[in-house]
């Protein structure tokens, strides 16, 4: 009997050849682009003259115009205010295409952009840099939420001469505000007690409805210009990519209107539909403790918002104006790393399968592509791809801009997003006589700077895409971390000192003593700033801190140094001596398996903040091992096609090797070595491949360590859970995949034990949780991860540790334990996020009788409460 075969994935495809400049070359170009801008006016002047003559009347003036706006998500840590005054700049690939979006109001073109998390935003209230923002993505739903009060913004400007006020910085906050999920209660209650679709149509209604109303009010009297319609642009990198893509998810989800099997996309009557969503490297990740030894998957947010509309839903448009508009999201480009391998930044692939009518994935079709969007892999780091690396770091693109390898994948979105009639500046050489009667449709001096791009990186590229091959991307992925695998063998493990690339650092570092003088600096400038925003007067400094300041200042280099001191961001000195130091000894440690005798199994552990949200999860340890095995092999097989010999590079292969010496960054050796986040990511290595969700599924075996507010096979919710993990060394299980690569006293280990022994603890008192019997197959490795996370958000919500539920002697002390943090932090304001457990519980048991271990259950009173609080 024959077997039926698994359908085969879609290809992602590779970068094309760089061959020309991604801005346009000639005045066509740019006229074809503007044409696509002014579609929507063509039609409509088009659908008034045939009216006119089919009544006989005279044809009406054309006076009408569509809204084009351009909204920008950048990344982790990215802010385009400061790093576009930095020394040299540093601005992401999605600042660069924010100062190229056309702005123009009068003429309908807007543009706005939110920085990264973890960065200041005052439009969201974040005042002040965020650790929880850089590490666990906090903020991420206000700035996608803050994406949807543009539209109000955009309209409410178009409107002001009709008597509309712009968009005040108070009302976008309480906008905001009022879309946002309380975090904590989300969390503990699985989503009972926030509905965040339900708060932002809450929010915004308001507003539509007085919009709707004028707009209608101004087509009856006939007032022109006539509002035709929203187009959106919409780009985002990192984190910020997930937003947007979050953001195109609620929108679709806030502006859909439906007859029967007629569908179209409106927002205050308008049609509305995105027409490029531009992405660069997505990442939705979770984020975790520094040390903890887990997968990260998706925040609470990004949760089921990954995956782009599915457009083939749409059975048919409802009568309309203007044709299209039952299409929501025309285009979209994905631009991804090839050789990324942080564990903390797992990439979330565009591919998906179909669903079937029960909204399931349907197992008969391949894994593949939504139609009009193209997914495609670059060289290099996350940030190589996104940007955000000012030349010189790490001793790479030492020649300036132009040779970031960033730049490449920036053209490529220009001109894709370009291509899709994104209002975008143009150099000036372009335009023809009649363009350059709209002088500001011109590219701006800075902004074609920060577009330059030079011939060596354009020769060292192709070098590298001449011998990129186009296959599924977790097979593309494998192929090309052997490649820097290979690279990594002869310039790490070689030998780092003799590289140039090391030695524009080498000694470079700042020291201990600058350092400290920065970090305290840097506070107090925070200090003053905050002081000055609540209109206080500077902090007071006593006498020994004035003369510890003024010693700072001396060592750092004076007023003009404390000047510079960015504070939208958290302070970050440069390391780059250390972190690429430690990042070959690291490596090379690995590869010549210097590791001595270990353990054959080791405990692990790790704190999993519940209040976060999101999904952890466990790799299976012989799948660790397997990835050393290949990318040993298959790497030292790509080193030999790529050096004779030690230094000595192949015939042929000089402009490859050079890409990686000049250009291509080692973000694992700063994220491992940074002093910002201390140690990092201490339990994975150079010989891992990154993690890749597609959609619910993923390429890697996975097990879901805990979800939407629950550890599985804890029966008790706590603020933070601390879990034990006992599993099986992979350095151990090298022998299974490649016997010659086992050190033989490592090999031959009875009794190690088949799947990982976990146990659960409460941070505060180290006291062991409770732990459910039978939750083995919820916990089974997986490549469907999604499909596990779905079973468990069905599943009854564990019950909150209260003076009731602490039933037992260890759980009341671990009940004591939380409320004494809380009034901790209440009193000194500690930030130990833990500490929110107790307000957590007060509030989500108001108005309700406190929760039993018996039935009825707090889940059957949580959902109660749901219904009386909805209606």
């Given amino acids: 009997m024959s077997k ?47 009216a006119a003559a089919t009544q006989g009347d005279e044809v009406p003036e054309p006076c009408c115009k569509t809204l084009h706006i351009s909204l920008c998500f950048d990344g982790t840590n990215n802010h385009e205010p400061s790093d576009s005054i930095a020394d040299p700049i540093c601005t992401s690939n ?41 590490i666990g993505a906090r903020g991420g739903e206000d700035r996608i939420n803050w994406g949807l009060t543009r539209l109000i913004a955009a309209l409410k400007e178009t409107l002001k001469e009709a008597g509309q006020e712009p968009l005040s910085l108070s009302q976008t906050q309480a906008l905001v505000e009022a879309m946002g999920t309380n975090w904590v209660a989300s969390v503990l209650s699985g989503g009972l007690l926030e509905n965040g679709t339900r708060k932002r149509k809450a929010a915004i209604q308001p507003y539509e409805d007085e919009l709707t109303s004028l707009l209608e009010q101004r087509s009856s ?45 409106r927002f205050a009557g308008l049609p509305i539909s995105i027409e490029f969503l531009g992405l660069f490297d997505t990442v939705a990740a979770v984020g975790l403790a520094d040390s903890a030894p887990f997968a990260a998957g998706h925040m609470d947010w990004a949760s089921g ?19 299209e508009d039952c299409h929501f999201l025309k285009r979209c480009v994905h631009l991804v790393s090839a050789h990324e391998q942080r564990a903390s930044f797992p990439l979330d692939s565009i591919r998906r399968r179909e669903k079937t009518a029960d909204g399931k994935s349907d197992e008969t079709k391949a894994s593949a592509y939504r139609k009009d969007s193209w997914e495609y ?29 960033s730049q490449i994948p920036l053209h490529h979105m220009y001109r894709s997003a370009f291509a899709a009639g994104a209002p975008l500046q143009v150099p000036e050489s372009v335009l023809s006589d009649s363009q350059k009667g709209e002088p500001w449709r011109v590219m701006e001096p800075r902004t074609e700077v920060a577009f330059s791009i030079s011939e060596v990186l354009v020769t060292r590229f192709n070098a590298w895409q001449k011998q990129a091959k186009a296959r599924p991307l977790e097979d593309v992925i494998k192929r090309e971390q052997a490649l820097i695998t290979a690279w990594r063998i002869d310039r790490y493990a070689g030998g780092i000192d003799t590289q140039g690339f090391y030695s524009h650092v080498k000694n470079q570092d700042m020291s201990d003593e600058q350092q400290d003088a920065l970090k305290r600096l840097h506070a107090h400038k925070l200090a003053e ?11 007071v400094l006593s006498t020994g801190k004035q003369r510890q300041r003024e010693a700072d200042l001396e060592l750092v280099g004076g007023s003009e140094a404390y000047a510079r001191i960015n504070t ?77 010999t030690r230094g000595v590079i192949a015939n042929g292969q000089q402009a490859l090797v050079e890409l990686f010496d000049e250009q291509v960054h080692d973000s694992r050796a700063w994220f491992t070595n940074s002093s910002l986040f201390g140690e990092r990511e201490p339990f994975t290595d150079y010989f891992r491949y990154r993690l890749v969700h597609f959609d619910n599924e993923s390429n890697k075996s996975l097990s879901v360590l805990a979800t939407a507010g629950r550890v599985v096979g804890v029966g008790i919710a706590l603020a933070s859970v601390g879990l034990s993990i006992k599993k099986r060394n992979p350095r151990y299980l090298l022998g299974l995949f490649l016997p010659s690569l086992a050190t033989p006293v490592l090999t031959g280990r009875p009794g190690l034990p088949a799947f990982p022994q976990i146990s659960a603890f409460d941070p505060l008192t180290g006291i062991a949780l409770p732990m459910m019997q039978g939750m083995e197959a919820v916990r089974a490795f997986t490549q469907k991860p999604g499909d596990v996370v779905a079973m468990l958000n069905a599943m009854p919500l564990p019950v909150p540790l209260t003076d009731q539920t602490a039933t037992t002697p260890e759980l009341q002390a671990v009940f004591k334990a939380a409320e004494t943090a809380k009034a901790v932090k209440a009193a000194n304001d500690s930030g130990d996020m833990s500490g929110l457990l ?11 009788p406190k929760p039993a271990l018996q039935s009825p259950g707090w889940l059957d009173q949580a959902k109660g409460m749901a219904k009386d609080l909805t209606g």
């Fill in 568 to 644: 939208n961001k958290a302070f970050e000195p440069a390391l780059d001596d250390r972190q690429l130091r430690r990042a070959a000894a690291e490596f090379k440690r690995d590869y010549e398996r210097s590791w001595g005798v270990d353990e054959d199994t080791f405990s692990i552990g790790g704190i999993v903040d519940m209040l976060l949200g999101g999904t952890v999860y466990l790799i299976n340890e012989e799948d660790e091992a397997q990835e050393y095995a290949e990318l040993y092999l298959n790497g030292s097989d790509r080193h030999r096609e790529l050096f004779v």
């Fill in 529 to 539: 700033n905050a002081a000055a925003a609540q209109g206080k007067e500077a902090p």
């Fill in 838 to 848: 107790g307000q957590a519980m007060d509030m989500v048991d108001t108005g309700a």
């Fill in 305 to 323: 918002t990954m995956r782009l509309p599915d457009e083939s839903q749409v059975q048919a448009c409802m009568p309309t104006g203007l044709p």
């Fill in 377 to 405: 892999v670059y060289p290099g780091m996350h940030s190589d791809v996104g940007g955000g690396y000012p030349p010189g770091d790490q001793g790479k693109a030492r020649g300036g801009q132009g040779e970031l390898l």
């Fill in 4 to 50: 039926t075969l698994k359908p085969q994935p879609a290809s992602v495809l590779v970068a094309r050849p760089f061959e020309r400049t991604g801005l346009p070359i000639d005045s066509s170009e740019v006229a074809t682009n503007i044409r696509s801008q002014n579609r929507d006016e063509k039609k409509a002047w088009s659908k008034a003259v045939n």
């Fill in 94 to 134: 999605v600042a660069r295409l924010y100062h190229a979006s056309l702005e123009k109001t009068e003429k309908g073109f807007f543009r706005y952009y939110s920085p990264g998390v973890g960065t200041v935003f005052e439009e969201i209230k974040e005042y002040l840099p965020s650790q929880a923002g850089l």
């Fill in 221 to 265: 009297a006939g007032e022109k210009p006539e509002i035709l319609a929203l187009r959106l642009y919409v780009y985002g990198f990192s984190r910020g990519a997930a937003q947007a893509r979050a953001f195109a998810n609620w929108l679709m989800e806030l502006t859909r209107r439906q007859n029967g099997e007629a569908s179209e996309y």
